[in-house]
């Protein structure tokens, strides 16, 4: 038996490496977002983190192409890149079903309120939505948040965490993939 891994166990175990990092930053942005909810520049800065987290997958991927794969054409740039955002998205529903389950107590949904009651989220609501009743639909809204278990809320982040991971994962597998050769570059 050879001691050398498979083209598949390679890409799935760096995949399972860059998606730890990957979830790091995720899940940095998302506390800084919960943490934003109260103090605006947090939100922002948790923004940045998760962008950051873009050119950080292109950045490892790249690495794993010069220094362990050679080559790594659009397909396996893609798996990597989508197996790796993979890994990100469960770390980060992880992070928030722990925050959701056993942090949180109800501080979202006290920070939403808070928010939903100024002056200028109700007349943005007016104005988004003329001729409806804004305080029954701010009412029901945070209604159905305050209903919504730890589970259920951490599944509709899980879905839109692989969805994410999805839709980015081809744009990083573009920036990573090894460059086309020219003609006189093929041997």
């Not at 979830?23 to 983190?49: D, E, K, Q």
């Not at 396996?76 to 056993?102: E, V």
């Not at 979202?108 to 007016?126: G, K, N, V, W």
Request: aromatic content about 10%; overall charge neutral; hydrophobic content about 50%.
């Amino acid at each position: 038996m050879s001691s050398y891994a498979t083209e598949g166990q390679q890409t799935r175990a760096y995949s399972a490496y860059y998606g730890l990092w990957i979830g790091i930053c995720w899940t940095m942005s998302f506390a800084l977002t919960v943490y934003g909810l109260t103090h605006p520049l947090a939100a922002n800065v948790g923004t940045l983190v998760g962008i950051a987290s873009l050119p950080l997958a292109v950045w490892l991927l790249r690495g794993f192409r010069d220094h362990v794969a050679g080559e790594l054409p659009l397909r396996r740039a893609w798996h990597m890149a989508w197996m790796s955002m993979l890994g990100a998205a469960l770390i980060t529903s992880l992070a928030q079903y722990i925050y959701f389950a056993h942090i949180d107590g109800g501080a979202m949904l006290r920070a939403y309120t808070d928010i939903l009651a100024q002056p200028q989220a109700q007349e943005l609501l007016r104005q988004l939505l003329p001729g409806q009743d804004t305080d029954a639909l701010t009412a029901e809204a945070l209604e159905a948040l305050a209903t919504t278990s730890a589970v259920q809320l951490t599944f509709q982040f899980l879905f839109w965490n692989v969805l994410l991971a999805t839709v980015c994962s081809l744009p990083v597998a573009l920036a990573a993939k090894s460059p086309l050769r020219k003609a006189a570059d093929k041997p």
